[in-house]
């Protein structure tokens, strides 16, 4: 089975700050790991994921996550956020079976706040 | 393309009436899943279909149900409604042998 913990239920920056949203994960199996953000009152929007290959993936707005196995992390960064970036930030995870589409674990979340 | 689409985006029901939550893939895709997110939590799995057929179940009681159509479209269905199915129910589509998942924008179900 696995197990997503989200380090931080809110995090408030001011604008063109930097900022990171931490992850941790947990599974007996190799796994795929997925960023999703959420605008208010809206669905899931797939940011970023890591299957394979390079462990530093990055997304078409400014963020990105590293993959480090040896402490199951997969934090997110931005080096400078935008109003825009406010909204709720989900890390995911699903068991990495090659031939069949697996389930998807969410985190509780983290709630990025951007203050002008 | 349109994307994955649910109906309704909205919804109030009484206690004790059943639901039908309704989604249409994205074009192509032949793999439902369905996710309940509760107020200020991450969405959690519910069940999933390919081929018609349920392949895996998340922790719901039998009151959750579903169904996939010949045409990839599912519904999702609750019966003995409570005020603890109150949540956003979100669909995601996929491809059977593909890792990424499309979300549709949820349906907002209240229980009162």
Redesign the interface.
């Known amino acids: 089975a696995q197990s ?1 913990t989200q380090l931080d239920s809110q995090v408030p920056v001011f604008e063109e700050a930097p900022v990171e949203l931490r992850c941790n994960y947990s599974s007996s199996v190799s796994v ?1 790991l997925f960023w ?1 953000v959420q605008y208010p009152n ?5 940011l970023l ?1 890591y ?1 394979s290959g390079s462990t530093l993936v990055e997304s078409i707005n400014g963020f990105e996550a590293e993959f480090n196995k040896s402490q199951t992390s997969f934090h997110l960064r931005k080096p400078s956020v935008h109003i825009s970036d406010t909204a709720e930030y ?1 890390c ?1 995870v ?1 068991a990495a079976r ?12 983290t709630r990025l706040s951007i203050r002008p | 393309d349109a994307g ?1 689409t649910q109906s309704p985006t909205h919804l109030i029901k009484t206690r004790g009436q059943q639901v039908t939550l309704r989604c249409s893939p994205k074009s192509g895709h032949d ?1 439902v ?1 369905w ?1 309940q997110q509760a107020l ?6 519910i069940f ?1 279909y ?1 081929e018609e057929e349920e ?2 179940r ?1 922790n719901f009681p039998d009151r959750f149900s579903g169904h996939q159509f010949p045409n990839y479209s599912s519904e999702l269905n609750v019966n003995a409604l409570l005020l603890g199915d109150s949540a956003l129910y ?1 669909c ?1 589509s ?13 349906t907002r179900l209240t229980v009162v």
């Open positions: 997503v795929y999703y809206q669905g899931l929007q797939l994921k299957l989900f995911a699903s090659g031939s069949s589409a697996s389930k998807i674990i969410f985190g509780s979340g | 994955v793999t899943s996710y200020g939590q991450g969405p959690q799995f999933q390919y392949r895996q998340g979100l995601a996929s491809l059977q042998k593909h890792t990424e998942a499309f979300f549709g924008q949820g």
